[in-house]
């Protein structure tokens, strides 16, 4: 099993950058793919980052693709997501997963979500 706990969320405007951070505790946290997703007011989460326990593979929502980096620490049990040009639509609070299955669809592990909003 893994706990996950996320930071780094906060207040920007518009164009701002934000780099949030998912820490892992746990065995053998190199072994699980860990994924970023997002869920705003009234909406269904959504998918937003992937990354394979590898590294070698990562997937990005088209919503965010070029805007935003997913990247791991294995030494330091640490995923981190690195969200640049941000939008107004980008706010939500961001929750950070985990699945021992490589790229999966729906993920085991769940921490409790940051807050990210970006005002206009």
């Known amino acids: 099993q893994v706990q996950l706990v996320e930071s780094g969320g906060g207040l920007v405007q518009a164009g701002g950058s934000l780099r949030l951070s998912c820490a892992a505790s746990g065995r053998t946290f190199s072994s699980y793919t860990m994924g970023w997703f997002r869920q705003a007011p009234g909406q269904e989460r959504e998918f937003v980052a992937t990354?394979?326990?590898?590294?070698?593979?990562?997937n990005y929502a088209d919503s965010v693709k070029g805007r935003v980096t997913i990247s791991r620490d294995n030494a330091k049990n640490t995923v981190f997501l690195q969200m640049n040009g941000l939008k107004p639509e980008d706010t939500a609070v961001y929750y950070c997963?985990?699945?021992?299955?490589?790229?999966?669809?729906?993920?085991?592990?769940w921490g409790q979500g940051t807050q990210v909003t970006v005002t206009s």
């Open positions: 990354i394979s326990w590898s590294h070698s593979r990562t």
């Open positions: 997963a985990a699945d021992l299955r490589l790229m999966p669809e729906t993920y085991e592990y």
